[in-house]
């Protein structure tokens, strides 16, 4: 049994899933309070089952939901002693698009700018590396036509073209992405720096 779950977005998203199909599910769109939402909502997931696997989305998105979701999966991992892997938060978004060919998924950054990536939904692949770019450079670099996320908005507009849908990611679709994009060190992936920052020692 496998518990999904990623909270890189507005959205707490988990899932379960039992031999490849996903038994249950629960989406929530809660801006913040991440940290209060996601364990009960696991709990409520799996009355009493215990996962032998967890994936753990890892970002790019929200600094603070990347961490909560990481600390709790580690913790959870420990306690179970189960897998711990981690998947591209901005894949996962991208895969829930129900569409063909390549989509891009842009979610708002700090300082204005973009988390933006492209993936090929034939194959659910990466077709461009992570991106963290102003809107105007996202615009000049993106050439799908259908951009999902909390950012397509601001990338369709700057570009002058194209399809914006507004989405989050779903725990659902964690087992739509390869491998490749769902056995990732289960450690956060910012794409920028952070703007808070240990200050140094005298």
Request: glycine share 10%; charged share 20%.
């Amino acid at each position: 049994m496998l518990l999904a779950f990623d909270t890189s977005s507005a959205a707490c998203t988990a899932a379960l899933f039992d031999g490849g199909a996903c038994i249950a599910h629960r989406n929530e769109l809660i801006g913040r309070g991440h940290d209060e939402r996601l364990v009960p909502m696991i709990d409520e997931l799996l009355r009493g089952q215990r996962p032998s696997a967890i994936l753990v989305g890892v970002g790019p998105g929200s600094f603070t939901g990347i961490r909560v979701a990481i600390a709790a999966a580690h913790g959870l991992a420990i306690g179970w002693g189960a897998e711990l892997k981690g998947m591209s938060s901005l894949a996962l978004l991208a895969a829930g698009a129900d569409a063909a060919g390549d989509v891009a998924a842009a979610v708002i950054g700090g300082h204005g700018e973009l988390f933006v990536q492209q993936v090929n939904r034939n194959a659910i692949e990466a077709s461009e590396p992570v991106r963290n770019l102003s809107p105007q450079d996202a615009a000049s670099l993106v050439t799908a036509k259908l951009v999902v996320g909390s950012g397509a908005r601001q990338l369709v507009d700057a570009r002058g073209s194209g399809e914006a849908r507004e989405a989050y990611p779903s725990a659902a679709d964690a087992l739509k992405l390869p491998e490749s994009l769902r056995s990732l060190p289960a450690r956060p992936v910012y794409a920028r720096s952070p703007d808070a920052r240990a200050k140094e020692a005298a």
